[in-house]
């Protein structure tokens, strides 16, 4: 049974930091795409970052890019998601998710395993 855990959500003031991390388990992951999604309220599910697990190839969203880093670690069974310079637009729920190698990365419906969800919170 494959599961994917966020963790590390929160509320942060904006310019702050915060690191989410996804634990994966039930499966190996080679060949498959690693990614962090997002839905704020009323608003559709959109990519934001993802990682090819077999040899780290990035890719990020325009809105991101430069400020979120995003990493897995193999022998742990896990991936990162490091946010700088947050921003209220940030404010969502942050999901993880893998989809096997071969599809558009960023489109939601690939995606084969989803997490639960971690909220982010961008707020003075």
């Known amino acids: 049974q494959v599961q994917l855990v966020e963790s590390g959500g929160g509320l942060v003031q904006p310019g702050g930091s915060l690191r989410l991390s996804c634990a994966a388990s039930g499966r190996t992951f080679r060949n498959y795409v690693m990614g962090w999604f997002r839905q704020a309220p009323g608003k559709e599910r959109e990519f934001v970052a993802g990682?090819?697990?077999?040899?780290?190839?990035?890719l990020y969203a325009d809105s991101v890019k430069g400020r979120f880093t995003i990493s897995r670690d193999i022998a742990k069974n896990t991936m990162s998601l490091q946010m700088n310079s947050l921003k209220l637009e940030d404010t969502a729920v942050y999901y993880c998710a893998a989809a096997v190698f071969g599809r558009s990365w960023y489109a939601p419906e690939h995606y084969d395993y989803w997490g639960q969800g971690t909220q982010v919170t961008v707020s003075s």
């Open positions: 990682i090819m697990w077999n040899d780290g190839y990035t």
